[in-house]
């Protein structure tokens, strides 16, 4: 592997943003993601090789070590601030169409309901999976995403509740999701939700943790 | 002349009104028994040496609206009549029900105006028909929290939470809680940054001001119709972190000092002149009986049906309210949920009451053994030990500003947390322990001066996630 791409792969696993970045103490002093990116692209490597054999695979790693309980979310959340300042180098790339995302992944905690702690993270691991994200925030009304999925043909759907309360509405909001593209694939999670609840209501996947929605969204894009 | 001078002096200087505590020993601080009881209209006398179960519920899966509100007051009149008439059954001292209400309940004040009606009256028939005393402590949640960025002062919201708490306490609300949301729009994301001083800035910055402006008022619509200003929780910050930690999200440790940071935050609704009990979720009660007296509710083992914690035994270690902090009202094979807990409450507060009628040897047996089966195996439980709340407690009120309090309580926990780890009692991964000298850098960074930690922290916060003048500044 090139030595750029492994030092980037290495600055976004650990969260190294940039060179003043004091973050990780091993890395200090040494360039960041930002200039690794920004020499990567002036070196001629292609920006599709920069997000795919650098980027995606250290938000992998980063995701399964999370999943494996030997790292918090301030670890996990300083690699996507490094994987974010290599996407402010690559934004050009992705305007011009030669970096294309795994698709659009729209998300949203749903009406009654502004828990958005477990919804941020599922949405910051889903774009470290190489997706780009619609975040609708909190209290989210079915109209919101039935508009969102308009603006965005394709796009698949997260919905999150923390409420016996509000879990309810996901409801709805699935059933006209579906009435608007049948075909369109509805995810959720939060802490009252089950599979038996996913399956009562129409949606297609829950996801008990970040790193499951980001494994079903990329067999779905496979 | 001379103390409402020295009112007037610390409201002006916002600053801590507490400066010693009023339980200086930890073997004073004990369940059952706080130096400034509250009586209630129907004869509980909270921390006067007995322990009352303090039984919390909520609706099963189902929407509220206009369609399902005779269902919606059905649940809670089951509810309340089963748990009754069990503790009757059990021969409970007495019960408090705490009514925590849902977004429509508070959006439609009159909707958690019946439901403390229906139970209020559930209540005095059990009083009449059985001497059975019993309250309902009413908080209505903080709807504030639906804008964003918030407004803690202007918001449209607080008219019909403050319509729920008057005409709720008229209907029968005897002590009124609320957890509220003043700095969460900095805490959230602080806490999960593991930022220090970010939370330290929500709660003893934003945070106490915003109590001082809420408590003001529920105090004075307590006093008008001479209702009791219980207490508000720190839920929404340290029981996040608290539930984040469970989750293994973020660091033990850091769960621990944000505990510790909430102490002043969550003081100055006794400050505003509330007197306990504190509310059941707000695990820095201890530090709240230590420095001010009140009584307080607590929960622990019996809260698993909500959420998980480190703090099941040592969590009664000082209690005078024993919580379970809510269930469904589900069918268990015993019977609906509400009431098997409240056995399960009333067997815990029994045994502590049989310590408090044999005597102090026998409380101090039975504290030291709840105390001891916890304290070591997380730092949230050994922060939560009586000797190290008093400690704790003695190094937050030192300081001059809710800044240094806040900034001195949680460098006294992190050395007791150290100590504890020195001597091998305590054994923690180094994916915990990495994070120690880092809190603790950080927080020698904090200045004692409010303004000077303000002038630090504003270039580092987002300037569109909340709004100074809605916290007075």
């Given at each position: 592997m090139n030595e750029l791409i492994e030092k980037l792969l290495e600055a976004v696993e650990f969260g190294k943003v940039d060179l003043k970045s004091p973050y990780p103490p091993q890395l200090r002093g040494q360039d960041g993601s930002f200039e690794l990116t920004q020499k990567a692209i002036e070196t001629g490597i292609n920006p599709q090789l920069i997000l795919e054999s650098a980027l995606i695979p250290a938000m992998e790693r980063v995701g399964k070590k999370f999943s494996e309980n030997k790292i918090f979310v301030p670890q996990m959340l300083m690699s996507a601030k490094a994987m974010g300042a290599s996407m402010v180098q690559l934004k050009p790339f992705f305007a011009s169409g030669s970096i294309k995302t795994k698709g659009t992944f729209i998300i949203g905690t749903v009406k009654g309901d502004l828990h958005d702690i477990g919804k941020n993270l599922v949405a910051m691991m889903v774009e470290g999976g190489g997706w780009s994200i619609i975040d609708l925030g909190v209290d989210v009304n079915a109209d919101r995403f039935v508009e969102a999925l308009e603006n965005n043909p394709g796009a698949v759907i997260g919905l999150s509740a923390l409420l016996t309360t509000t879990m309810v509405n996901m409801g709805e909001i699935v059933t006209r999701i579906k009435a608007q593209n049948a075909d369109t694939k509805v995810l959720i999670g939060g802490a009252p939700v089950n599979d038996e609840f996913c399956r009562k209501i129409g949606a297609d996947f829950y996801a008990p943790d970040p790193q499951k929605a980001v494994e079903y969204l990329n067999k779905l894009a496979s | 002349m001379k103390l409402c001078a020295l009112v007037f002096w610390w409201q002006k200087h916002n600053i801590?009104?507490?400066?010693?505590?009023?339980?200086?020993?930890?073997?004073?601080?004990?369940?059952?028994?706080?130096p400034k009881p509250v009586k209630t209209r129907r004869g509980l006398e909270i921390g006067g040496g007995q322990v009352y179960a303090e039984l919390n519920f909520t609706l099963p899966i189902m929407s509220i609206n206009e369609g399902t509100l005779k269902e919606v007051y059905n649940h809670y009149r089951e509810i309340a009549e089963g748990a009754l008439e069990h503790a009757v059954h059990l021969n409970s001292k007495g019960v408090v029900l705490e009514f925590e209400t849902l977004l429509e309940m508070t959006k439609t004040p009159s909707i958690g105006v019946e439901i403390v009606k229906i139970m209020n009256d559930i209540c005095e028939e059990y009083y009449q028909k059985h001497g059975l005393a019993s309250e309902i402590r009413l908080t209505p949640n903080d709807l504030r929290e639906f804008e964003r960025p918030a407004l803690q002062r202007t918001s449209k919201f607080l008219e019909p939470m403050v319509e729920l708490f008057e005409r709720g306490m008229m209907a029968g609300g005897d002590l009124l809680s609320i957890e509220s949301t003043g700095g969460k729009e900095v805490s959230d994301e602080a806490l999960m940054m593991c930022d220090v001083k970010g939370v330290l800035f929500a709660l003893a910055v934003l945070g106490v001001r915003d109590m001082q402006f809420l408590w003001g008022k529920i105090v004075s619509l307590a006093n008008k119709h001479g209702k009791i200003a219980a207490g508000d929780s720190a839920c929404g910050f340290a029981n996040t972190a608290m539930v984040l930690a469970e989750k293994k999200y973020i660091p033990k440790v850091f769960a621990a000092m944000v505990r510790v940071i909430s102490v002043v935050r969550s003081i100055v609704a006794m400050e505003q002149g509330a007197v306990g009990p504190d509310k059941d979720c707000g695990y820095e009660g201890p530090f709240l009986k230590a420095i001010t007296g009140i009584p307080i509710s607590m929960e622990g083992k019996t809260s698993a049906c909500a959420h998980f914690s480190p703090l099941g035994n040592i969590a009664s270690a000082c209690a005078d309210l024993w919580s379970n902090e809510s269930v469904q009202n589900i069918k268990l094979l015993s019977g609906m949920a509400p009431t098997a807990y409240l056995e399960q409450l009333e067997y815990d507060a029994r045994l502590m009451n049989e310590a408090l009628r044999a005597g102090k040897m026998h409380c101090s047996i039975l504290q030291q053994l709840l105390v001891s089966s916890d304290i070591y195996t997380d730092p949230q439980a050994l922060i939560l030990a009586p000797e190290n709340v008093i400690r704790i407690s003695k190094a937050i009120v030192k300081g001059d500003s809710y800044v240094a309090n806040a900034r001195d309580g949680a460098l006294t926990a992190l050395d007791i947390i150290e100590e504890a780890l020195l001597s091998g009692k305590m054994k923690l991964p180094e994916m915990e322990t990495s994070f120690l000298p880092i809190f603790r850098d950080d927080l020698n960074s904090i200045p004692d001066s409010e303004n000077d930690f303000i002038a630090m922290m504003l270039p580092m916060l987002d300037p569109g996630k909340f709004i100074l003048s809605e916290y007075g500044l």
């Open positions: - | 801590m009104k507490y400066k010693s505590l009023i339980i200086n020993n930890p073997e004073d601080l004990m369940f059952g028994i706080a």
